[in-house]
């Protein structure tokens, strides 16, 4: 059985830098083709793509935010790591993170975690 | 605005069909890259539900099935249950913004 995980703080402060960790079991990201990525959810609106590792660590990032990201793997303790600078109030929103795998059609996002909550704000 | 257009919202009384539709690109699904669509139960995370256009994963009952055509795709809920409430999104990739891309979202209400 797959689980994802995210952790990482409730609330930040305006211009900090936001850390979130996703814990997984049931896979390896020393397995060829598989990767993690990150998705986030603004209150009451859509998802988003944010980045994603990959197995031989090759990293994606939303050209919209690649400035502010960072995604890095600890395959020993199977753990995904993202940060994200500058945070600012609009970065509210739930922040999931999912299993991935390279599908020449494009991939997909599943299983996911249960999201974790970030609030940006003085 | 998002780069796969869902209708905002659809509706069906208990029993019935409802669609949801998902329009793209030459860029996205035009590409041609898959379409995949997950369901999103009021206050839990997506679950993916149909993947690689039409291929529904372990679990995920037949009533729900998945088709693309050109640069739109569609999602076909048949035999509507109240459980069925959920917001739904499709998935597809972008090679113009080198980005995994996600719709607007679709709220289903079954009447």
């Known amino acids: 059985q797959i689980t994802l995980k995210e952790s990482g703080p409730t609330l930040v402060k305006p211009t900090q830098t936001l850390t979130l960790t996703c814990i997984f079991s049931?896979?390896?990201?020393?397995?060829?083709?598989?990767?993690v990525g990150w998705v986030r959810q603004p209150p009451g609106k859509a998802l988003e793509w944010l980045a994603l590792i990959y197995w031989n660590d090759a990293k994606r990032y939303s050209p919209s935010l690649k400035r502010r990201l960072t995604i890095s793997k600890d395959t020993s303790n199977n753990q995904v790591v993202l940060t994200m600078t500058n945070m600012d109030p609009v970065d509210t929103g739930t922040y999931y993170c999912?299993?991935?795998?390279?599908?020449?059609?494009?991939?997909?996002?599943?299983?996911w975690g249960q999201g974790t909550l970030v609030t940006v704000s003085s | 605005q998002s780069v796969l257009t869902q209708p905002p919202s659809v509706s069906g009384a208990p029993g019935q069909r409802a669609t949801i539709s998902c329009t793209g690109s030459s860029t996205n699904i035009g590409a041609p890259y898959d379409v995949h669509w997950y369901q999103q139960l009021p206050g839990t995370a997506p679950k993916l539900l149909i993947h690689?256009?039409?291929n529904r994963p372990s679990g995920v009952p037949d009533r729900f099935s998945g088709s693309k055509s050109g640069t739109s795709a569609s999602l076909a809920i048949n035999g509507l249950q109240t459980e069925d409430e959920a917001d739904y999104y499709c998935q597809s990739y972008d090679n113009g913004l080198s980005a995994w891309v996600f719709g607007g979202g679709t709220k289903l209400t079954v009447l």
């Open positions: 049931g896979f390896s990201l020393t397995t060829n083709d598989v990767g």
């Open positions: 999912a299993q991935t795998s390279v599908i020449a059609g494009g991939n997909w996002f599943g299983p």
């Open positions: 690689g256009n039409t």
